[in-house]
């Protein structure tokens, strides 16, 4: 989850993971870990039509997930880091 500046909706003030509550290291609005944002938008055609749910995880909370899959996440180089 995360939470927002009062002054400045688009600036990130906290983030915690999700699964574990750790809170990561955020400094002026940026993130200083890894994290895992999820952002599911639920359609007509699921049981939860118009819902948004959003929600973030740390790098261990994430690993732990993505390694519980049957079938390995894809993987590929970025060629341009934020
Ligand atoms: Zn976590």
């Known amino acids: 989850m995360r939470e927002y500046m009062e002054n ?9 993971c999700n699964q574990c509550g750790k809170s990561l290291q955020v400094e002026n609005g940026i993130v200083k870990e890894g994290v ?8 007509f055609f699921s049981e939860k039509d118009g ?4 929600f973030d995880l740390c790098e261990t909370c994430y690993d732990r997930m993505a390694g519980s899959f049957r079938i390995p996440v894809e993987k590929e180089e970025q060629t ?3």
Request: proline share 0%; charged share 40%.
């Open 8 to 16: 400045d909706k688009d600036t990130v003030k906290k983030i915690v």
């Open 51 to 54: 819902e948004i749910h959003d």
């Open 36 to 43: 895992f944002r999820g952002v599911a938008r639920w359609g």
């Open 80 to 82: 341009e880091l934020l």
